[in-house]
């Protein structure tokens, strides 16, 4: 499907890293599979496995695994950036002090930055100089890195300032398992795949204290409501929060056992601490960081997010999961197409007259 062959940088070999390189490796493409981790990279490249993210699954001899930087950097045009988000800054800055030409990022996190209240391709530009840096492209949607890596049929997006340079990262994806669309809507995408994460966590909560499918159903779809109307008033598309990195992502990440999300917010719905449940994951659950960041925001833009308020009482002020359902059930009478009338209203407001 593609013409040219790359040789593209993954950068972080956790599951979903991994993953992507293998879809970029069923592509024929060379992949330099970069980890700080070195007992990690001789596992890769000896055994061609990973089996602390993915047991089970092969690796293909196209992913070599590199653990110096400037070696996995070195006459790239492209890089897959599959990092925390916490972790964007450090790696972004070592990234620049080893680079000598410029290179496209598509990352494919999903988050934002609590304090500054950025999202990740906006880290990105800040941390990377702009001769260094040719495009950022994102990609994101409803994709568990396990089943990926099973080849399982999945459908993704990806999106940038420059179409281009998204076609681009299009190209050396696309396969007959692995579909990716494109979309314009750069704000809309990372604010759908980053909110998502904080509806998963809830979700999780619910189920752990045993609410049934009934109360799932509806905070999946109260929380798109918040998460369009933020991401509405940051300046997405509405329309992107009814596509993949809308309520397709809310949808996987809200009902999967793959889901990290969801199996943190089961162990706080049963009883476990916040601490005692990020101990036991192993690896990062997003959804904490980027609870306290839509707070934030939420504040800023004067929106109301009454699920993710609730959620950070829960998660940074103690409160029991229980008593914070209860009073979001308990809330005031409201019209449940409130929240699309006003959306569109402002959206008409802002196109009048252009």
Known sequence: MQNKKEVITVIGAGSWGTALAMVLADNDHAVRLWSHNEEQVKEINEAHTNKKYLPGISLSELITGY???????????TVVLAVPTKAIREVIGKMREVLTAPITIAHVSKGIEPDTLLRISEMIKEEMPAELLKDVVVLSGPS???EV??????????????????????????NNNFRVYTNSDVIGVEIGGALKNIIAL?????????YGDNAKAALMTRGLAEIARLGTKMGANPLTFSGLAGIGDLIVTCTS??????????????????????????????????TKAAYQLSKKYDVKMPITAALYEVLFNGKDAKDAAEILMSRGKTHEMEDLVNILEERIDETEFN
Not at 67 to 77: K, N, Q
Not at 154 to 168: G, L
Request: aromatic residues 2%; negative net charge.
């Open 257 to 290: 056992v793959h889901s990290r999300n969801w199996r943190a917010g089961n162990m706080l719905g049963k009883g476990k601490s916040l601490d005692e449940v990020l101990d036991s994951m192993g690896m990062v659950v997003e959804g904490v960081r980027t």
């Open 202 to 210: 809830a979700a999780g909560i619910t189920d752990g204290l045993g």
């Open 144 to 146: 568990h890195a396990e």
């Open 67 to 77: 653990a110096s930087l400037s070696d996995a950097l070195a006459g790239i045009e």
């Open 149 to 174: 890596s099973l080849r399982h049929p999945t459908t993704v997006a990806v999106t940038s300032e420059n179409m281009a340079a998204a076609e681009k990262i299009q190209d050396l994806f696309i």
